[in-house]
């Protein structure tokens, strides 16, 4: 990069970003004679070691990176190449930085890693499991909410699914991105489950929480796609239903293994199944948002509307929700009854409803 691009001054990787100063002023000291500072290293050292302290953040909602990092080679992606083998963070870190950020006002807290399921922080001598981790961190006062993203389907564990049906404050909203429907198409990915294990794993995520919405990455035109393969993955997209998905028509990764396969899928051909797919996953997604309509949910107010006196905050299942809201400030917790729906995003009014009611209601209209 730096020998192509000889104005570029600095290349990093993400591991290093914590030596940014660093090399700011090595670059500016070598000034325009300077070669380029390189540092692409994974040091021994953590970065999260090296991270500012997070309780003047501001915003009630956050990230908290626990794991980095994937070993499971999917042949589309160069995350394994470019972030390295799988790392947890230990627990006491992650937790310590929850209290920080609880403390300077966050409510609500993403665990973010790349496999984030995957995790397995030390803890005592031991080491324990995003469920666990999940109910530690439950018992942080003032914690009301806690996601996770991105998940694997494989490390979807007996624990974690128990995690999904006990810790109130794991919200009902799962991306378990998915791919593709094909058994094929997932064999030559190398995800390692099948389109049936993908869907028992659905099943019973959902009978421990019932009201549980579903988020899913899709790629389509993967090398060898057939148009049954394509089938597949619509049958498997209307069986699960989900609230909200990504897709995208696949692209090559230079290094990686799918980048060399025969049989690429023509550029025509992935438009029209793109453009099929979404149409699908448009039809779910408007068709979960209207069956909150008439229905209470959990709004977490993050931030000012545009209007005088509105606020905008995420319902448990992630949406954007609109409420007229004068009496409430930013990080509060209310009850609101949906009145609309628009595209994107959500409308409703406060109402006085106990938060055991939601799920419940949610759950009943969407079975009907
Ligand atoms: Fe890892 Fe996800 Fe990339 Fe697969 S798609 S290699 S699981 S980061």
Do not use: W
Request: glycine content about 8%; some cysteine.
């Amino acid at each position: 990069m730096l020998r192509r691009a000889p104005f570029v001054d600095i290349v990093l990787g993400p591991q290093t970003y914590h030596r940014l100063p660093e090399m700011v002023a090595r670059a500016h000291r070598a000034g325009s004679k300077s070669a380029g500072v390189l540092d692409t290293d994974f040091p021994v050292e953590s970065k999260f070691d090296h991270l500012p302290d997070r309780r003047t953040e501001t915003g009630v909602s956050a990230f908290l990176s626990i794991q980095e990092g994937c070993d499971k080679f999917c042949t589309f992606c160069v995350v394994p190449y470019t972030r390295g083998a799988e790392f947890s963070r230990p627990v006491e870190q992650v937790l310590a930085e929850a209290e920080q950020l609880v403390a300077g006002g966050v409510r609500e807290i993403t665990l973010l890693g790349q496999n984030v399921n995957a995790y397995h922080g030390a803890a005592n001598g031991g080491e324990i499991r995003l469920s666990e981790l999940v109910r530690r961190l439950a018992t942080t006062d003032g914690l009301a909410r806690i996601r996770y993203t991105t998940s694997h389907p494989r490390d979807v564990d007996d624990d974690l699914i128990a995690a999904h049906g006990e810790v109130p404050a794991l919200m009902p909203y799962l991306h378990l991105p998915v791919q593709s429907g094909s058994d094929t198409i997932l064999d030559a990915m190398n995800r390692g489950h099948d389109a049936r294990r993908y869907l028992d794993t659905v099943a019973r995520l959902r009978d421990a929480r019932p009201d549980l919405a579903l988020s899913s990455d899709f790629i389509v035109g993967f090398p060898g796609e057939s148009d049954d393969d394509f089938e597949a993955t619509l049958d498997l997209v209307r069986e699960v239903g989900y609230a909200q998905a990504y897709s995208f028509k696949f692209s090559a990764r230079p290094g990686t293994p799918a980048a060399g396969l025969p049989r690429q899928v023509p550029a025509e051909v992935k438009d029209e199944r793109l453009a099929r797919l979404q149409a699908l996953l448009e039809e779910h997604q408007s068709a979960f948002n209207t069956a909150c309509v008439g229905q209470g949910v959990e709004v977490l107010f993050e931030q000012p509307g545009r209007h005088a006196g509105q606020l905008v905050g995420r319902s448990p299942y992630n949406q954007a929700v609109h409420v007229s809201a004068e009496e409430l400030q930013v990080g509060d917790i209310a009850d609101v009854v949906i009145e609309a729906c628009k595209t994107h995003s959500l409308e409703g009014r406060l109402e006085q409803q106990s938060a055991g009611d939601i799920g419940t209601n949610i759950e009943e209209r969407l079975s009907a």
